[in-house]
């Protein structure tokens, strides 16, 4: 087991590492939809690029889920075939929102070194394709919230 600091300084390798392997500006939260936003995840067990849904109003989380799920097949066939939805996610802190996710295929820890480099480019593959999708289809998308 790593102390704090040890699993902090693990961290902070990873994606420094990362911006530095990858330098680009990714979209993120910058969609224009309030608590609407892309995300990479990296833990011990698991790496992921997720679109989380995270508004704390219910209707408006459902109707932007909904409005996603309506392009699912597009999805899956032209930019993520292994894309995964999940309309009601739990966070270890309680809060419910909604996920649509690929997960890193290959074994991934944060904490081993020797994975890093295939998550790198599995991220920079599928945030690309995130992006791409969002690019193509985010005037859709906002009109569930206008």
Known sequence: ??????AAKIRRDF????AKSFPRKWTLYNTKIKDFGFKFVADRKKAEVTL???????????LLYAQVLTLKKI???????????????????????????VPLP????IHNKDTWKTCYQFYNTTMHQFELFWEEYQDYINQAVL
Request: charged share 30%; net charge negative; glycine share 2%.
């Open 52 to 62: 989380n849904i995270e508004t704390s109003n219910q209707e408006q989380r459902e």
């Open 106 to 109: 290959a074994k991934f820890s």
């Open 15 to 18: 994606w420094v590492s990362y």
């Open 1 to 6: 087991m790593y102390s704090k600091q040890e």
């Open 75 to 101: 999805i899956e066939t032209e930019f993520l075939a292994e894309i995964i939805f999940e309309k009601n996610h739990v966070l270890e802190n309680g809060k419910t929102i909604s996920k649509i996710y």
